[in-house]
């Protein structure tokens, strides 16, 4: 069964780095989601991406972030400059039609910043 | 009130037993429904998919949705101990595509 994967599973950075955390989503998926979840805390939605744009991002995604789909498969978030409480899960996920289908995640990259 | 509420748990039950795992909300645009399985440290793992009310059956899990109560539930028959894992509801619908998830509820099935 296709999947979504996430690379690197685990990364650690200094805070004041940048960190590049990649995906490549299931194959014939139109719409790129990335969410997080801090230790204990809920899932939350970070950014969503169709087309080639930002189509919708929650607060959280600040001028700290961004998103990029460099190629046909792959979907990156960027960090500029990471803070402590950017430490969190992040997952991945793609979908891939209209409002009917459903979300599809990846295992996620847990990102430690020290 | 928030937008999604879950009990976190946790809940332990014997193997074979019936787990009832439940989701309110508030928002009444939300339309798409969803429970998520998630097993520590990996991602929300896709189980059940219903738009608006009524029941869906897949196996030994059945969702229900009842709108008019803005009240969730996903039962699990015949209850195994590989099912133990943390449960997560989430839900979308309005102007928004994003899904807002319940805090999750980690449930223990005993060998």
């Known amino acids: 069964e296709p999947e979504v994967t996430q690379t690197p599973s685990h990364q650690v950075t200094q805070m004041g780095q940048e960190v590049i955390l990649r995906c490549v989503p299931i194959?014939?998926?139109?719409?790129f989601y990335w969410y997080r979840q801090i230790l204990g805390q809920k899932v939350e939605f970070l950014v969503s991406?169709?087309?080639?744009?930002?189509?919708?991002k929650s607060e959280i995604f600040d001028d700290q972030f961004s998103v990029e789909r460099p190629d046909g498969s792959n979907f990156t978030l960027k960090i500029r400059s990471t803070k402590l409480e950017d430490s969190a899960m992040y997952f991945c996920?793609?979908?891939?039609?209209?409002?009917?289908?459903?979300?599809?995640f990846g295992n996620g990259t847990r990102l430690t910043v020290t | 009130q928030k937008e999604v509420e879950q009990d976190p748990g946790p809940l332990s039950v014997p193997e074979g037993a019936i787990v009832s795992l439940n989701c309110t909300y508030s928002?009444?645009?939300?339309?798409?429904f969803m429970w998520y399985r998630q097993y520590s440290r990996k991602g929300p793992e896709l189980l059940m998919y219903?738009?608006?009310?009524g029941n869906k059956e897949d196996g030994r899990f059945t969702a229900q949705v009842d709108k008019s109560s803005k009240y969730i539930s996903l039962f699990i028959r015949d209850s195994q101990p590989s099912d133990s894992a943390t449960y997560l509801c989430?839900?979308?619908?309005?102007?928004?595509?994003?899904?807002?998830f319940g805090t999750g509820t980690l449930l223990a099935v005993q060998p």
């Open positions: 996920a793609s979908r891939r039609g209209p409002d009917n289908s459903p979300l599809h």
């Open positions: 194959s014939n998926h139109l719409y």
């Open positions: 991406f169709y087309n080639n744009e930002i189509s919708e």
């Open positions: 928002n009444s645009a939300f339309q798409y």
């Open positions: 219903t738009y608006s009310s």
């Open positions: 989430a839900m979308k619908g309005g102007a928004t595509n994003k899904l807002i």
